[in-house]
């Protein structure tokens, strides 16, 4: 099925630093979401964006609607260990009563104290 | 409750048994979701409901997974004549009338043996 390409698959970095990690489709979306997922629970949202170029941030965290609807990306600042999980981007092109999701693959996330 | 309710957390059934997974969405919330979800994988769109009526099962691996929903509320997916490839944390997630934003329960982990 249809899918994002989400990268980078996984990332190892030190406490303190900033992360980015982006999706780019081959299919124009109207609104990107962006989640994380902790072991043993399901993802929970982070950010929703619903326009292009919309920029938006929730704490440390800023995402980007990319201005050709086939992209986004998102930064995390001064990283912390809690900021551990896999982070997955979605894009949804919503058609008539079709609301379904396209799903990146995740981006597994460390951090190292 | 406040969040997304599913029943049971873990289930271990033996190859060939039939299986019935619960969700509960969050009140009020017209769209419900379901997705699969293999160890260290992404989420496998299964089936969406729009109240009571399922518009894209595109997901569905087999005609051996059906799921329903009614009263506009509970659904419930089943699984007959489980296989060992079936065993995966299924995930339910609901949203509002308005776009994006899925809001997912902890999932059902199920194991076949």
């Known amino acids: 099925g249809q899918q994002l390409n989400q990268s980078p698959q996984s990332m190892f970095i030190q406490e303190g630093e900033d992360v980015s990690m982006n999706c780019t489709s081959s299919?124009?979306?109207?609104?990107w979401l962006w989640y994380k997922q902790d072991p043993g629970e399901g993802p929970v949202l982070l950010i929703a964006?619903?326009?292009a170029g919309e920029l938006t941030s929730n704490g440390r965290l800023t995402a980007q609607f990319g201005i050709t609807r086939k992209d986004s990306f998102l930064n995390i600042s001064a990283s912390i260990p809690s900021d551990v999980g896999i982070y997955f981007c979605?894009?949804?092109?919503?058609?008539?009563?079709?609301?379904?999701?396209?799903w990146g693959l995740g981006t597994s996330l460390a951090v190292n104290p | 409750g406040a969040g997304v309710s599913q029943s049971p957390s873990n289930k271990v059934t033996e190859k060939g048994k039939d299986v019935e997974l619960r969700c509960d969405p969050i009140?009020?919330?017209?769209?419900l979701y379901w997705y699969r979800q293999s160890l260290g994988q992404g989420l496998e769109f299964l089936i969406y409901?729009?109240?009571?009526?399922?518009?894209?099962k595109s997901g569905l691996p087999s005609d051996r997974f059906s799921a329903e929903r009614t009263g506009g509320s509970v659904s419930t997916l089943t699984i007959q004549r489980t296989q060992q490839e079936d065993s995966a944390v299924y995930l339910c997630?609901?949203?509002?009338?308005?776009?994006?934003?899925?809001?997912f329960g902890d999932g059902t982990r199920l194991s076949i043996l």
């Open positions: 997630a609901s949203s509002s009338i308005v776009p994006g934003a899925q809001h």
């Open positions: 009140s009020g919330h017209t769209a």
């Open positions: 409901f729009q109240g009571n009526s399922a518009p894209d």
């Open positions: 299919s124009i979306f109207n609104t």
């Open positions: 964006l619903y326009k």
């Open positions: 979605a894009g949804q092109l919503v058609a008539g009563n079709n609301r379904k999701l396209i």
